[in-house]
């Protein structure tokens, strides 16, 4: 891959080229690209800390903490960086589409209006999409995400979408035939975590595997997956390796309560409720908005009659 190629080059230099802000900011493009956010914001901060006035770099940190889905803070380096450059027009995209994950529908769409994007522009398919998968809106959701795929092919984010829209329908036959057929190239691991977690309630733990994996090669600290990994070898019975991934997915990333869900749905592959259990109000705890993930997911069916369980998410 060639942004491999490209890291493995930046990697080489040293001395005083790596200390400049060209040098901090391509490298922290490039892991931003391979889905290495959280190594990605470090150069971005170092190039920031020579050139804190640069738009170019403060909307690069922010996109970096919109994959961390920190999207209160990203918003500010957006804000920022339209202030220096009110021209700049992916910040205003970018700062719309984070406002979509705080119910912030009104200004995003002000923003949009504002910018009068091109019907068919990749921005604005962008923006819609997000919008509609937001709503869970998903029939309407993958007709935009159609478009985007036939305009903008090499834009690997509109197939990974049309994903999200196939599993929200419940057209996994179709997802199925993707997964058996799809070209593997510069997908996320963000993706390939999806594809297993679908993969996982099917019971094909084989073929998630394979995913899971992939997730790591590219983003060795993807905490969803070392997660994924943990629950895993779990469900295999090498509970002691399970153990020792499972704390290091605990501090990879800043969203720890969704590695506690996923041991929760291991324990519960295993039958061992009272440790589901507990591993629920661990993930309760932690993120409030579990509860409802809990309740509509039919894998702790069997917990629901339980009194500590009502307790905790509610009947």
């Known amino acids: 891959m060639l942004l491999n190629e490209a890291l493995n080059c930046l990697d080489k230099i040293t001395g005083e ?5 060209d040098f901090f900011g391509i490298k922290g493009a490039v892991l931003l690209s391979l889905w290495r956010s959280k190594e990605a914001m470090e150069y971005y901060t170092q190039a920031l800390n020579i050139e804190p006035e640069n738009d170019e770099l ?12 920190r999207y209160d803070e990203a918003i500010s380096f957006f804000d920022k960086a339209i202030s220096i450059n009110p021209k700049y027009t992916i910040p205003k995209v970018n700062k719309a589409i984070s406002l979509l994950y705080f119910d912030g529908d009104e200004e995003a769409w002000n923003i949009v209006n504002e910018l009068s994007l091109k019907p068919d522009s990749f921005d604005l398919l ?9 709503k869970e809106k998903y029939k309407e959701a993958l007709a935009v995400v159609n478009k985007g795929i036939s305009i903008y092919s090499t834009k690997n984010v509109f197939m990974e979408w049309k994903e999200k829209c196939l599993i929200g329908l419940g057209r996994d036959d179709e997802m199925l035939d993707i997964i058996d057929n799809e070209n593997t190239q510069m997908q996320s691991p963000d993706s390939c975590y999806d594809k297993a ?3 996982w309630k099917k019971r094909l733990f084989k073929k998630a595997w394979k995913f ?3 997730a790591l090669s590219i983003n060795p600290n993807h905490q969803d997956s070392l997660g994924g990994k943990s629950s895993l070898l779990l469900v295999e019975g090498k509970e002691e390796e399970a153990n020792v991934i499972f704390e290091k997915a605990l501090k990879a990333g800043d969203d720890p309560a969704n590695v506690w869900y996923g041991r929760a749905l291991a324990y519960m592959e295993l039958k061992r409720h009272e440790k589901a259990l507990s591993a629920l109000k661990k993930a309760i705890q932690l993120d409030k908005k ?3 993930a809990v309740r509509k997911n039919v894998e702790f069916k069997p917990l629901r009659n339980m009194a500590e369980f009502q307790r905790l998410v509610g009947r």
């Open 126 to 134: 962008k923006f819609n999409a997000v919008y509609l998968l937001q």
């Open 290 to 292: 579990i509860r409802d």
């Open 58 to 69: 403060l909307n690069g940190k922010g996109a970096c903490l919109v994959r961390l889905d």
């Open 17 to 21: 080229t790596a200390q400049t802000v």
């Open 212 to 214: 899971i994996e992939r």
């Open 197 to 199: 977690v679908f993969l």
